[in-house]
């Protein structure tokens, strides 16, 4: 993987791209959860990462939230206890009452996780990661399991939590939709590099009325003299597109892909998973 | 029937549940996260009483505790305590025999955890240890109950062991188990029956008591 990306001021990044590209290694990295080969990873003045220097701050030091794919509540805690425990020493208790409300989850505090909702679990997660009031957090795929509804609301609630105390967010995702309402900036990653990074308009938009960046997996293949029909599984549907043969894209069913449309161009690149 | 060989038994069993698991818990983490090369001799080691005959581990340490080898007489000079013939030598022993019963279901445990409750902790400025004992423990519950129980029953069992390095002194080291061979060797039926019946009694009570207790844990656990 080889990544070079400066986020500025207290923005919303979101990096997307196919799976298998490095997009949650990448923030595991940043979190100090996970180690590179090589690198540099500074925040603000503060070098969290340099191998070249042996320096490597752990995740307990970076002062981040981390919003976990699985939301990984404790199991043997209330929602309240799940929110004290991340407390630090000596801090405010009246900040966890504020988030609750904020999140609307006053009413659910003696509630073991198992005992919520996927919408109201992700809440939690959410809340419970911004009760060290980090400068910097990190979701990965933060709303993919919930319900477009619940999707809504929870990007809302991140929107209203940062109106209250702004902080940087990089936050993983799949979903055009969710970037172009969230991000101020978005990243493309491709085989463990950084293609693209720009504000969402930038990346998807400029130049091109009818840019697309489809990502899918190949379900099916027709093959005539001429034309290549391909039916894909592309964002949860089954799409049909058709390219010309002597391209010679080597898809197969299975093949996962990028699919750039740019109006006048049409390019097909097959990933590595 | 003379009450002693049972209530030794019990006495046994319960030192030695308490204190394996105290020295189980830290082994397992190591053993699940810790980073270090020789892992796999480790745990062939730890799982040695699972294959060998009791008596094979009996003789050793039988030579191991007697005052002329040195590690008895170690012992013996720094902590005045015999361990041949003696309960504290029988507390040993049957920590080392019963070692894999507690720890590999607190392994087993521990790697059940999603990865992820670990990392949300240290995310939250947590420390190995007070996530080691605020989120990895409690939620490996019926893992502990599970290792401590299969530990108490194995060693309310052990035999071999005992009459190797600890004969059948009694109230010292005459457990149920050889209680229950003594009286068999002297054709005395009737008492081997009585105390067979009790330990057959009471473990059967132990489990059942475990079993319902995890299912009712496992089932709290799946979600709403």
């Known amino acids: 993987m080889e990544v070079d990306l400066t986020v500025t001021g207290h923005r919303i990044l979101a990096l997307t791209g196919p799976s298998g590209a490095g997009k949650t290694t990448l923030l595991r990295q940043i979190a100090g959860l996970a180690m590179p080969e090589s690198g540099r990873i500074t925040f603000g003045k503060d070098p969290w990462l ?19 794919q699985d939301y990984a509540l404790f199991p043997n805690m209330t929602v ?54 980090p400068d910097l957090l990190l979701m990965d795929e933060p709303f993919a399991a919930l319900d ?7 990007q809302d609630l991140l929107l209203r939590l940062r109106r209250e105390r702004p902080f940087t967010v990089i936050l993983v995702t799949h979903d055009m939709g969710e970037i172009f309402r969230l991000a101020d900036q978005v990243a493309i990653m491709e085989n463990g590099r950084l293609i693209r990074i720009g504000s969402p308009a930038e990346v998807y938009l400029k130049d091109q009325t009818e840019a697309l960046f489809i990502y899918g997996e190949v379900l099916t293949l027709e093959r005539t003299t001429e034309m290549l029909t391909v039916h894909a599984w592309v964002d949860g549907k089954i799409r049909q597109f058709t ?18 449309y740019s109006g006048a161009d049409v390019e097909v690149r097959i990933l590595k998973t | 029937m003379d009450p002693q060989p049972l209530l030794l038994t019990f006495k046994l069993a319960s030192i030695t549940s308490i204190l394996l698991l105290v020295i189980a818990m830290p082994i397992a983490y190591w053993l699940v996260f810790g980073k270090f090369k020789g892992r796999g001799v480790v745990e062939a080691l730890i799982g040695m009483p699972l294959v060998l005959p009791p008596s094979v581990i009996g003789f050793y340490l039988l030579l191991a505790f007697s005052p002329s080898h040195w590690f008895g007489a170690m012992v013996e000079e720094y902590l005045g305590i015999r361990l041949v013939f003696s309960f504290p030598g029988l507390v040993i022993a049957s920590i080392l025999y019963s070692l894999p019963f507690m ?4 392994r087993a445990g521990l790697q059940s955890l999603p990865a992820s409750l670990r990392e949300a902790s240290y ?19 019926p893992a502990i109950l599970t290792a401590f129980v299969l530990t108490f029953a194995h060693t309310v069992g052990e035999f071999g062991v005992v009459l190797m390095i600890g004969g059948n002194i009694p109230g010292v ?16 039926y009737p008492a081997a029956n009585a105390y067979a019946m009790v330990l057959f009694a009471i473990t059967f009570v132990i489990l059942l008591l475990v079993y319902s207790i995890n299912n009712r844990l496992l089932r709290v656990r799946q979600p709403a």
């Open chain 1, 148 to 154: 477009p509804d619940m999707q809504l609301q929870l």
């Open chain 1, 50 to 68: 340099d191998t070249a220097n042996g320096i490597h701050v752990p995740p307990q030091q970076r002062h981040i939230g981390f919003v976990f």
């Open chain 2, 103 to 106: 720890i590999y279901p607190i």
């Open chain 1, 80 to 133: 309240m206890q799940n929110l004290e425990f991340a407390l630090p020493k000596y801090h405010n208790q009246e900040l966890i009452g504020h988030l609750l409300e904020i999140a609307g989850l006053t009413q659910l505090i003696d509630r073991k996780p198992h005992q919520l909702s996927g919408g109201q679990q992700q809440r939690v997660a959410l809340t419970r990661a911004l009760v060290r009031e």
């Open chain 1, 243 to 260: 390219v010309p043969t002597h391209w010679g894209v080597q898809l197969q069913p299975g093949t996962k892909f990028t699919l750039h």
């Open chain 2, 173 to 188: 080291t005459k457990v149920a188990s050889v209680a229950i061979y003594n009286e068999v060797e002297a054709l005395n």
């Open chain 2, 123 to 141: 995310t939250l400025g947590k420390s190995e240890w007070q996530t080691f004992v605020k989120v990895l423990l409690p939620n490996c519950k």
